[in-house]
């Protein structure tokens, strides 16, 4: 792989979280949300990723 991968996310309120390749390489996976860690490591952030899919009925 050539280059390095960053994200930013806009969270509700306004507010963006910007993660480098380091940043998303230390996510972890607890009760179904993304734990980001703070760079000192003393506190986390919890992210939750919801979709909605919207179903089209459809009639024989």
Request: glycine letters at 8%; a positive charge.
């Amino acid at each position: 792989c050539l280059g390095k991968w960053s994200i930013t996310m806009k969270l509700k309120g306004g507010k963006e979280l910007a993660l480098d390749d380091k940043a998303l390489d230390a996510i972890t996976y607890d009760k179904g949300d993304f734990v980001v860690h703070t760079e000192d490591g003393k506190k986390e952030n919890r992210i939750a990723f919801y979709s909605m899919k919207k179903e089209v009925p459809r009639h024989i």
